[in-house]
């Protein structure tokens, strides 16, 4: 059943919808552009995020605002922009890029401008000092973008670094129902007024598209990525990411459109079953992400890696979670760089466990179980 669309505020932006049109996944034509756009509209979503790395989303998206603003040109000036510009960019290439971006559009201004992929130390170094402050104040000085932001796969300490840098309005993150782990973060985002965006919980939040039999039932009576959504809203994160490459791929944006609440008994209860089914599988060998193993000697992500053991094992995602573990090492600053065979059994680990996990043997069968032969990423 579909309610009526809500909006949340996103930094100093105007409002978007609890969800937002992520175009990655529509790249093959510009007719498939404007299907998925228009179903997007009929769920009521306002807010659409591309780049330029989506190879040629932002001229298929550009083809299709301008075919509606013929058609519609109401609904055209309800919607919301956010494109993207990777870091480490010299001043006149940024100003050179945004240009072309914005042509690619057919817009003369930009919503939103994010730094995409404010993964390392030195990606915040030159936006807050370097090439992309200068690059960032051209663009808000010159009205051609209405405020800056930053989306980021990198560590939560360097993610805390920029929040708190007071320069960015709005950031898009990792935040999902399987990995909890930056949700603080986004609560004081959020109550500073920075607009936040979960990346992908569909996809890199689980798969849960295609979710497993013993995740389904699980989440039952819910539909796993019905409850992960529901989650992520009732947390107060300002808008979903939903990477669709067919009009159906919005069928639960427009089911949640109005979805703007709090969980309901009913919700909370599924969400506790959930994690005592995980619990139940996986017994005392569960690892409960706390971090205090770290800092590896050997830079091994054990609580990164031990999250995918317990999705494998404990809700059956072991699809999902050997996926993303044969990306490690392979995709650059994006995702981790070292899997569990880096692990020597040092024993540095085990002391500061609280939960007194056998760490290297649990990272052996990690890497046993998880390790496959790479996948291409979608793009970059």
């Given at each position: 059943?579909?309610t009526?669309?809500?909006?949340r505020?996103?930094g100093s932006?105007r409002?978007v919808s609890?969800f937002?049109?992520g175009?990655?996944?529509t790249?093959?034509?510009?007719?498939q552009?404007?299907?998925?756009?228009?179903?997007?509209?009929?769920?009521g979503?306002?807010?659409?995020?591309t780049a330029p790395?989506y190879?040629?989303a932002?001229s298929?998206l550009g083809?299709?605002?301008?075919a509606?603003?013929?058609?519609?040109?109401?609904q055209?000036?309800?919607l919301v922009i956010?494109?993207?510009?990777?870091?480490?960019?010299?001043l006149a290439?940024g100003?050179?890029?945004l240009?072309a971006l914005?042509?690619?559009?057919?817009i003369?201004r930009?919503?939103?401008?994010a730094v995409?992929g404010?993964?390392?130390?030195?990606?915040?170094?030159w936006?807050?000092?370097?090439p992309g402050?200068?690059?960032?104040a051209w663009?808000l000085g010159e009205?051609?973008v209405?405020?800056?932001?930053?989306s980021s796969?990198?560590p939560?300490?360097l993610?805390?670094?920029?929040?708190?840098?007071a320069?960015f309005?709005?950031?898009?993150?990792?935040?999902?129902?399987?990995?909890?782990?930056?949700?603080?973060l986004?609560?004081?985002?959020?109550?500073d007024?920075?607009?936040?965006?979960?990346?992908?919980?569909a996809?890199?939040g689980g798969?849960?598209?295609?979710p497993?039999?013993?995740?389904?039932a699980?989440?039952?009576p819910?539909?796993?990525l019905e409850?992960?959504y529901r989650?992520l809203?009732?947390?107060?994160i300002?808008?979903l990411?939903?990477?669709?490459a067919q009009p159906?791929?919005l069928?639960w944006?427009?089911m949640?459109?109005g979805a703007?609440?709090r969980?309901?008994?009913s919700?909370?209860?599924?969400?506790?079953?959930?994690?005592?089914?995980g619990?139940?599988?996986?017994?005392?060998s569960?690892?409960?992400?706390c971090?205090?193993?770290?800092?590896?000697p050997?830079a091994?992500?054990?609580?990164a890696?031990?999250?995918?053991?317990?999705l494998?094992?404990?809700?059956?995602?072991?699809s999902?979670?050997?996926?993303?573990?044969a990306l490690i090492?392979?995709?650059?600053?994006?995702?981790e760089q070292?899997?569990?065979s880096a692990?020597?059994r040092?024993?540095?680990c085990?002391?500061r466990?609280p939960?007194g996990l056998p760490?290297?043997?649990l990272?052996a069968?990690t890497?046993?179980?998880?390790?496959?032969p790479?996948r291409?990423?979608?793009?970059?």
């Open positions: 059943m579909t009526e669309a809500s909006r505020p996103f932006g409002p609890l937002t049109l175009t990655m996944r790249v093959d034509s510009s007719a552009m404007e299907a998925v756009l228009m179903a997007a509209l009929a769920a979503i306002n807010h659409l995020e790395a190879g040629p932002e298929f083809a299709a605002l301008q509606l603003e013929t058609r519609h040109p109401q055209r000036r309800g956010t494109s993207k510009l990777l870091p480490g960019l010299t290439e100003k050179s890029q240009t914005l042509r690619r559009l057919r003369e930009l919503d939103n401008l995409h404010l993964n390392l130390s030195e990606h915040l170094q936006a807050l000092h370097g402050k200068e690059l960032l663009a009205g051609l209405g405020q800056v932001g930053f796969h990198g939560t300490a993610i805390a670094k920029a929040l708190a840098s320069h309005s709005f950031c898009s993150l990792h935040l999902h129902l399987f990995d909890q782990e930056r949700i603080p986004a609560r004081a985002a959020l109550a007024g920075i607009g936040v965006m979960a990346i992908s919980p996809d890199k798969r849960l598209y295609a497993p039999i013993e995740l389904v699980d989440c039952a819910f539909a796993p409850l992960a989650f809203l009732a947390e107060g300002s808008t990411t939903v990477g669709a159906s791929d069928a944006a427009r949640l459109a703007d609440h969980l309901s008994e919700e909370h209860q599924a969400l506790e079953r959930l994690e005592r089914a619990r139940n599988r996986l017994g005392e569960l690892c409960g992400q971090r205090q193993c770290l800092p590896c050997s091994v992500p054990i609580p890696l031990l999250r995918l053991r317990n494998a094992l404990g809700h059956g995602m072991e999902f979670a050997s996926e993303r573990y090492g392979r995709a650059g600053h994006w995702w070292h899997d569990a692990c020597n040092c024993g540095d085990l002391p466990c939960l760490i290297p043997e990272l069968e890497h046993q179980r998880l390790a496959a790479p291409r990423r979608l793009w970059g």
